[in-house]
């Protein structure tokens, strides 16, 4: 199975295991509903705060929810599709490229989490990549298939860069961050609060680090979102609410509740370093949720022309044969009240 497309077999596993059953709603006081949600990645500092939620918020909208770790967005995306979850969370760009080669069962975004892309070129300051032009002059490394590589040429080609004019090294996106460290290559195209931390955790201090967002070139999409199955979305609307209600309750409740997150998923994870990860929340929050535009207008709130290019820009990174139509990815009619997804 690929990172953007969804096998037949797949599809048969998803309709067998009868998770898109749908969830009888049920009174005030009945046992609660029971999901698992499937993670953008793996279970750690940044999606810390929905293992705080197991026993703050979900529960309050009578849901007994289970989050699950995975090896990535493009797992997530495949789940949902194939029913074996419900719910997940995924950088909306690679449901995007999902929908392009799966038009008949992708999920679509309920809510925007993340209002900012975290993918990024990262430099060292031994040899900072600052600007587009310094991009001419240095040795540049890049995982196989994880959407920053594959967005990174139609960024190039957006700011009139011919990308077969630099100097790209590809490799396995588990080595990407170890060629910067040794200085194979003089950059990496990743997502900030993984690679970031990963330099951290091998003795890199944090202003030695250098960020040239995807952002600062162009590319203005929303990053983690919320998704759904179409048939959930169809047959149990009231779910997707709620669901979509605690979600953005607990970034909100996170925020001032930090080290209580960190605590949470140390339960689950007890390996993790709690002062990393707690780091890592914080840069998430502050960083790529906490940004001027959620400040004004809450979570999840973007405009329209931020989704329409960002589609455009997706179509040609990932040769895309037709580009998804806003409403085959996105479902805004369960995005939350303003005062339940505004920070304090």
Not at 112 to 123: T, Y
Not at 193 to 200: A, E
Not at 310 to 326: T, Y
């Amino acid at each position: 199975m690929t990172d953007f497309a969804l096998t037949r077999r797949a599809l048969l596993a998803g309709s067998a295991a009868a998770a898109l059953a749908p969830t009888t709603k049920v009174a005030f006081g009945a046992s609660p509903d029971v999901l698992k949600i499937i993670m953008e990645f793996r279970i750690y500092g940044a999606n810390s705060p929905m293992f705080l939620s197991e026993k703050t918020i979900f529960p309050k909208r009578n849901l007994d929810v289970t989050p699950i770790g995975s090896a990535g967005s493009g797992e997530s995306v495949r789940n949902v599709a194939a029913g074996v979850y419900k719910f997940g969370l995924a950088d909306a760009s690679t449901l995007v490229a999902f929908a392009g080669n799966n038009p008949n069962v992708t999920p679509k975004i309920i809510l925007p989490i993340f209002d900012k892309v975290p993918a990024c070129v990262i430099s060292l300051k031994r040899k900072p990549v600052k600007t587009l032009e310094d991009l001419k002059h240095v040795k540049i490394g890049t995982g196989s298939s994880d959407a920053g590589a594959k967005l990174f040429p139609a960024l190039m080609h957006l700011n009139n860069i011919d990308v077969k004019s630099l100097d790209i090294t590809t490799t396995d996106v588990k080595l990407r961050d170890a060629m910067l460290l040794t200085g194979k290559v003089d950059c990496v195209i990743g997502f900030d609060y993984t690679s970031v931390f990963n330099l951290i955790g091998n003795g890199v201090k944090l202003e030695d680090i250098s960020l040239l967002y995807f952002s600062d070139m162009g590319f203005h999409m929303f990053g983690n979102a919320l998704i759904a199955h179409p048939d959930v979305i169809k047959n149990e609307p009231d779910l997707v609410k709620r669901v979509s209600d605690a979600i953005a309750q607990t970034w909100v409740y996170a925020d001032k509740h930090r080290q209580e997150s960190i605590d949470a998923v140390m339960q689950r994870e007890k390996l993790l370093n709690p002062k990393v990860e707690l780091a890592r929340l914080s840069w998430v929050l502050d960083r790529l949720i906490l940004t001027p535009n959620v400040k004004k207008n809450g979570l999840g709130a973007f405009e329209m022309s931020r989704l329409t290019k960002g589609i455009d820009l997706i179509k040609e990174g990932f040769n895309l044969k037709k580009a998804p139509s806003v409403d085959e990815v996105y479902d805004g009619r369960f995005v939350p009240p303003l005062k339940d997804r505004m920070f304090a």
